[in-house]
């Protein structure tokens, strides 16, 4: 076990942990904002035991998720926009620490990986990571407003 | 203690997959659906299976909460037309 | 009648239990160093010249069970397309536009490239990578409704003309009948991966036909999903009752 998977261990349980109890419990907007918040906590884990397994290629399940998990969260904005937009749920300061912590997990496998390739991918998956949450944080609090029938 | 990672996904994946069943409104039990997805994809990664792990997040994370969410719509706008007009 | 089916179920999930615990035992031991399946998988698939053996036992190996899963998927997409199709007494109102804000715009409209070319990516690289057909397709499919959450639906159904989605949907099913039946032609036997050279190792041009079988496979995914989505974007967005039926 290096310190790597260990890092991942310790980002998974705590993550994955904040993020269940804040799905299950609490109003809609909460819900939704946990869900949110749930990528942001679990990509840089799958960077970090990509990197403790010592396989670049399985970068490619968090770059998945980094585009993947906010267009999620934005299915959740736009339909169930009637009730996020009674409830404005934001949580600013969770959502900044969420992509402070995808920052320095991607410039830290960054810094141990050869510059090249690998290196342009890791900045992508950061990029989307850090943009999507911050934009779906956005749209929860009110950036669907006026849906009826579309 | 290899398998401490393991251990941690097994346990979150099972106490997700149990949360999501016991609850009852169909659009919150999809936002628990969607949570258990990146668990699972987590939990085959640690596996060791990047292929069974990438399809999960690939339908888990935004496919199958659009489906869902748009059956719930669709009932809902069906209760709602069958009381009458807004 | 209610009790006789609780007993009936009580009785079938202890012989259930009995026998998966009963078989427990018998399993090798968790993380063990003996595999006799995937040491013949892996030898095989680097025969073929594929990286990723899971691709070669798909696409390769055992090409035949994806045909069946595809043929699943086309079905299970056909049924849906039946079952919420516009009934008689229903008729289609125009969505009305949603108001997005700014910034959600401009990030779907900056995703949706980068979300497709992720897919193609996934599909091209399935023979090296993890990935393959099903996952690539599922993500550039998914790429175009956020066209749906980002603008509204009047735009997605402007770049999505269902007949032709429909009509690649089954090409694509044709197409991988057609590049098994050439095996049968090249007298091998059906999906054979022996027509085609197998490439260069860890190339994108390696592994024979797995490539090409991906490609068939991540074309009918992408136009299934998009079709599926289609009939319930329609019943959930546009097809309502008639009043006072």
Not at chain 2, 18 to 34: I, N
Not at chain 3, 63 to 74: K, Q, V, W
Not at chain 3, 220 to 241: G, N
Request: hydrophobic content about 50%.
């Amino acid at each position: 076990m290096n310190g790597w998977i260990l890092a991942a261990t310790v980002e998974l349980a705590g993550g994955g942990a904040a993020a269940l109890w804040g799905v299950t419990t609490g109003p809609t907007g909460r819900r939704v904002i946990a869900q949110n918040l749930a990528t942001s906590a679990l990509c840089p884990a799958l960077l970090l035991l990509s990197q403790g397994y010592g396989r670049p290629s399985y970068v490619d399940l968090a770059l998945l998720l980094a585009l993947l998990g906010p267009v999620g969260t934005l299915v959740f904005a736009r339909l169930l926009a009637a009730e996020l937009e009674r409830e404005r749920p934001s949580a600013w300061a969770l959502t900044w620490a969420a992509a402070g912590l995808g920052a320095v997990v991607v410039a830290a496998v960054c810094a141990a990986t050869a510059p090249g390739r690998a290196t342009v991918k890791l900045l992508v998956v950061g990029a989307l990571l850090i943009g999507g949450n911050v934009i779906a944080s956005r749209a929860l609090s009110g950036g669907f407003q006026g849906v009826r029938g579309g | 203690m290899s398998d401490a990672v393991i251990v941690v996904a097994l346990l979150l994946v099972a106490a997700c997959a149990t949360a999501a069943v016991a609850q009852r409104d169909p659009a919150r039990q999809a936002l628990v659906l969607s949570v258990l997805g990146l668990f699972l994809a987590v939990l085959f990664t640690v596996l060791q299976a990047p292929d069974v792990g990438l399809s999960q997040l690939a339908v888990g994370s935004a496919l199958t909460p659009l489906l869902i969410m748009l059956s719930v719509r669709r009932t809902r706008r069906r209760g709602r037309t069958k009381e009458g007009p807004e | 009648m209610n009790r006789l089916r609780l007993w009936l179920l009580a009785v079938g999930g202890a012989g259930l239990t009995a026998l998966l615990v009963a078989a427990c035992p018998g399993l090798p031991r968790f993380g063990g160093r003996s595999h006799p399946y995937g040491e013949r998988a892996v030898r095989a698939s680097l025969d073929r010249h594929t990286a990723n053996t899971v691709a070669s036992v798909n696409f390769d190996q055992r090409a035949y069970d994806t045909l069946g899963e595809m043929s699943i998927l086309f079905a299970a997409v056909l049924g849906c397309v039946v079952l919420l199709r516009q009934a008689r007494d229903e008729h289609r109102a125009r969505p009305e536009p949603a108001a997005v804000a700014r910034p959600v715009r401009r990030y779907a409209l900056i995703v949706l490239p980068v979300a497709l070319v992720t897919g193609l990516y996934v599909v091209a690289h399935g023979q090296l990578s993890p990935g393959g057909g099903f996952q690539g397709g599922v993500v550039a499919a998914t790429a175009l409704h956020l066209l749906y959450l980002g603008a509204d639906y009047g735009a997605l159904e402007r770049v999505r003309p269902l007949a032709v989605y429909e009509t690649s949907d089954a090409l694509a099913v044709c197409a991988y009948l057609v590049l098994g039946l050439a095996g049968v032609l090249a007298g091998t036997a059906f999906l054979a991966n022996t027509l085609l050279p197998y490439g260069t190792f860890n190339t994108l041009s390696s592994g024979g036909a797995v490539p090409l079988l991906n490609a068939a496979i991540g074309m009918e995914v992408a136009s299934a999903v998009v079709v599926l989505l289609a009939t319930f974007l329609d019943q959930a967005v546009e097809i309502e009752e008639k009043q006072g039926s």
